[in-house]
């Protein structure tokens, strides 16, 4: 099996980095392939703009996701674009860890979804959920946070973290394609005792091993709607 890893944590001594060495010791351990891109260690670039693309599909007007398209068809999207997406394409795993930033992920993070999922290769038109340009590919988030699992969890004072991050869950991966496990947490990361957080990472491992027997996030089927996406 071939796993992207992208990572975004600027401590490399982070629990949150610690669950990524994790990952890596372990699929490669059992024989997979894993690369990992290590989004705050490459400076990567979150910002989605005009210089993301060589040529203009439309020189008069900017519209990135038409320009996603035309840069596609011409081969002209900018060279970190092109390197990203190589990776998920040979991908049949992408595994997300990341720190729990006001209920969605970080900013890096979310830049390279933007400008890495693109449009005319990821989705596009009817395109989407089980049609999408990732179909047959699994995703799996791998966050921290600092509240309680008791705070994040359904009827809690912020709701359930699934619900939380339908955005990314559904609105980003589901929709691209993606086959997507629920997300693993580990819970008030911060105010843990050492003893406490290997307990989170020996659970992280545990789920790992057995990845393929996770049930999958339910998502929209396309079958079940019509040509203006009406539901049938």
Not at 170 to 192: E, K, N, R
């Amino acid at each position: 099996m071939q796993v992207l890893i992208v990572h975004a944590h600027p401590e490399p001594q982070s629990f949150t980095a610690a669950l990524k060495d994790a990952a890596v010791a372990d699929l490669t351990a059992a024989g997979h392939t894993v690369t990992v891109s290590d989004l705050y260690a490459m400076q990567w670039n979150p910002v989605a703009s005009p210089a993301d693309f060589a040529t203009r599909g439309n020189p008069d007007y900017f519209n990135y996701a038409l320009e996603q398209r035309a840069n596609t068809e011409a081969g002209t999207l900018a060279p970190d674009i092109a390197a990203e997406l190589a990776k998920i394409e040979a991908a049949d795993l992408v595994l997300f860890t990341f720190p729990l930033y006001w209920f969605s992920v970080p900013a890096i993070l979310k830049g390279w979804i933007d400008r890495v999922f693109v449009s005319g290769r990821a989705y596009g038109g009817r395109r989407i959920y089980d049609r999408g340009g990732f179909a047959g590919k699994k995703a799996w988030l791998v966050l921290t946070c600092g509240g309680r699992e008791h705070m994040l969890s359904e009827g809690s004072i912020h709701g359930d973290i699934t619900a939380i991050l339908k955005p990314v869950l559904q609105g980003s991966l589901g929709y691209v394609g993606m086959t997507v496990l629920p997300p693993f947490v580990g819970y008030h990361v911060p105010y843990l005792t050492p003893e406490a957080r290997g307990e989170i990472l020996a659970d992280f491992r545990a789920q790992l091993a057995r990845i393929d027997e996770i049930q999958a996030l339910p998502m929209p089927v396309m079958a079940n709607f019509d040509a203006q996406l009406k539901p049938l």
